[in-house]
């Protein structure tokens, strides 16, 4: 936790500092948002993930972010264990809140939190080579269903309005589209580990070796009205 | 200054990431096996029966031997006796005289069959000699070690006191034919494996609580460090 405080501290101060700079507009009651991690898309060409991530989310006077996220993942890495072919696929949801607020006229700066929940499977197949004159291959199978886990995040949001609309600033067009990042950093609570051969990786969540975890997600994000 | 906030701000954050590489991934796994010694204690007390028998036996056939010898060194004088009384004229002595050259020549025939045999004895009691010495040493040379769930089996081509032996990573008993001079011996273990992960991220096997189940050795004894029989820990002695 001692780690965490220059993080809270420095969010804090982006936020003021933001806070400072803003430009009073009107701000709108009610606004939801549709966005799409185009990050996780993208990485889908690789043989080691299938990932798809999108988001609600409702933004209340511009500033409070009620946030609703799911997504579904397939995942093999490579690395998961020398000698077994292992892979974990599922789904994930997250639910939490944020605060926004404006950098400048087109871009924004926010923290939130999310509790994510994770609804898995895994399975690998081992094989043991041990080089042995008496011993054939070993091979074994392990297939685990309904597996869990949940976790929390701290999530800082930067995002940018995509002005589609140059020649007029005033335009609506202007106000649609936005892109940015989420720099998640991962708290994980509880999974149901499995012995031996422990998950190795949790849709949504990552690595188990790890129960903190960082994550950036790239997104592409739409007002709806 | 929101630049240089928001970089501190991701700073921060990467501080917070960390990493469980493992090292060394290319290292191979390492296969549980068992030390086993083979003590040829049987042969070794019928070669000092044997040997104590045939040295017993040289020393009746060396007496035998002698008594004949001496026998026919009677007869010999006996004779040189009788030939001069021929010699005098008394030719009755003359039947007496062919029986005691029969008799001498028996004796001679029986006194070199004994020394063959004094001969041929010695020569085996000689390689017993040879046999118990190489047992002593406590070297055994085993012609081959076979997993008989397989089939598969490990040539040795010298003689070693310890023989390291992979266990059968693929059931709960190892079922081992062992092959010296000739003459196989079964040798049976069970044990428990175990799937568990190693520092590498390696999926290994352990197995444990290893017992002996059957052998067709004279005795097998074992020997564990521990409590719980485990392998690359275990030792044991088969005696045949």
């Known amino acids: 936790m001692k780690r965490l405080l220059p993080v809270l501290f420095s969010l804090i101060a982006v936020a003021v500092q933001g806070q400072n700079d803003t430009v009073e507009v009107h701000r709108k009651p009610f606004t939801p948002r549709l966005y799409w991690d185009y990050g996780k898309t993208a990485l889908s060409w690789s043989n080691f993930e299938t990932k798809t991530e999108f988001g609600l989310e409702i933004l209340l006077f511009e500033r409070i972010q009620l946030i609703g996220e799911g997504g579904t993942a397939t995942l093999k890495p490579e690395k998961a264990f020398q000698n077994v072919e292992y892979t974990s696929q599922g789904q994930y949801f997250r639910i939490g809140a944020g605060y926004l607020a404006n950098l400048s006229a087109k871009d924004r700066i926010g923290i939130g939190v999310r509790y994510g929940i994770s609804n898995f499977e895994d399975e690998g197949l081992v094989s043991i080579d041990f080089q042995s004159d008496l011993n054939d291959v070993y091979t074994s199978q392990f297939n685990r269903k309904d597996l869990n886990a949940s976790w929390y995040e701290i999530v800082l949001n930067s995002e940018r309005k995509v002005h589609l609309n140059r020649s007029n600033p005033e335009s609506i067009l202007n106000d649609i589209f936005h892109i940015g990042f989420l720099f998640r950093y991962r708290v994980l609570i509880e999974y149901t580990d499995q012995q031996p051969i422990d998950i190795y990786t949790i849709p949504g969540y990552g690595r188990t070796l790890d129960k903190r975890l960082p994550a950036i997600n790239l997104f592409l994000k739409v007002n709806l009205f | ?240």
Request: include cysteine; aromatic fraction near 6%; glycine fraction near 4%.
């Open chain 2, 1 to 240: 200054m929101k630049s240089v906030l928001f970089a501190s701000l991701f700073l921060s954050l990467l501080i917070l990431s960390s990493c469980d590489e493992c090292n060394d991934c290319d290292l191979k796994i390492t296969e549980p096996r068992i030390s086993v010694t083979f003590i040829n204690a049987d042969s070794l007390f019928t070669l000092t029966q044997l040997s104590d028998s045939l040295g017993l036996m040289l020393d009746s056939l060396q007496n035998e031997s002698d008594t004949l010898e001496s026998h026919r060194d009677f007869l010999s004088d006996s004779l040189i006796n009788v030939e001069i009384g021929i010699d005098s004229g008394n030719v009755s002595l003359q039947p007496f005289k062919d029986q005691l050259v029969l008799a001498i020549k028996d004796d001679s025939v029986l006194i070199a069959s004994i020394s063959n045999e004094i001969t041929g004895a010695d020569s085996v009691l000689q390689m017993y000699s040879g046999i118990m010495d190489l047992i002593n040493s406590g070297s055994v040379l085993v012609d081959h070690i076979t997993n008989v769930h397989n089939d598969l089996s490990i040539n040795f081509d010298d003689s070693i006191s310890s023989y390291t032996i992979p266990l059968n990573i693929h059931d709960t008993l190892s079922w081992f034919e062992v092959s010296i001079a000739d003459q196989s011996y079964d040798l049976q273990l069970t044990h428990s494996n175990t799937e568990f992960v190693d520092g590498r991220r390696n999926v290994s096997i352990e197995i444990s609580g290893i017992e002996i189940f059957t052998h067709s050795f004279d005795s097998v004894a074992i020997d564990c460090n521990q409590e719980n029989c485990k392998a690359n820990e275990t030792v044991i002695t088969c005696s045949f």
